[in-house]
Each structure stands twice: as structure tokens, then as C-alpha cells.
């Protein structure tokens, strides 16, 4: 259920031109908070927004679920949605960069998956 969230919420990025998307995990990290991590960047606030409500709706619409918590959507910097085992990252590209949380568990396997344009 979890790998099919994971593929439901990148379809959704997707859906609205989400770049640099990386899905890291972390099944079997000690200390991780979750299962998954999926990070992508937005150009804009406006557009970080909009991939938030994409990932909303097909999330609910294709796997039953909805984010149990969202932070960051008044300022669209950076957005996390936790749907527990997935935790969702969209970023402007300067937030990423300084943020760099791709980096932070070394250990864990990484796939990028390529944009679509």
C-alpha cells in the first residue's frame, strides 16, 4: 500500500510539472520517521501550492488517503504533507538547495525519477 501511495503522490508532482523528483527510502533506517521521503521542486510559490493540491487530490482520489498533517502553505517555500509513512517535500529551488534534506540519511536508497515535460 505504502510503494503505491509512493507512485499515486509522484503522479500527482507530475501532474503539475514538478521537477527533481526524488523518492528516498528509508524502510529500515534506524530513527526514520516514515517509510518514504518524496521531494520535488516547484518554480514558484504559486506553483508549489499547486503541486500540493495535485498530490492532495490524486492521493485521495486513486489511494483513499489524505495528508494527516500540512505545513508550510502559507508562505509555498516549502510544503511538507505527512500521510505518516510518506512524508511529502515540495520546494522552491533555494529552499531545497539550503535545506538539502535529499542528503541527510546517507544509508537510504535513492531514485530520482525523470521530469516530464
Not at 507512485?7 to 518514504?36: F, H, L, P, R, S
Amino acid at each position: 500500500m505504502t510503494k503505491q501511495l509512493v507512485e499515486v503522490i509522484t503522479q500527482g508532482i507530475q501532474e503539475k510539472k514538478g521537477k527533481d523528483i526524488v523518492v528516498v527510502d528509508m524502510q529500515g533506517i534506524d530513527g526514520a520517521i516514515c517509510n518514504y521521503f518524496v521531494i520535488c521542486s516547484g518554480n514558484s510559490p504559486t506553483q508549489v501550492a499547486a503541486i500540493m493540491d495535485s498530490v492532495e487530490d490524486t492521493a485521495r482520489d486513486k489511494a483513499g488517503e489524505k495528508p494527516v498533517r500540512v505545513v508550510g502553505e502559507q508562505q509555498a517555500q516549502w510544503i511538507a504533507m505527512d500521510y505518516i509513512d510518506v512524508m511529502v517535500h515540495i520546494f522552491l529551488p533555494d529552499a531545497r538547495e539550503f535545506y538539502n534534506i535529499d542528503r541527510l540519511w546517507e544509508d537510504a536508497g535513492v531514485v530520482n525519477i525523470p521530469d516530464i515535460d
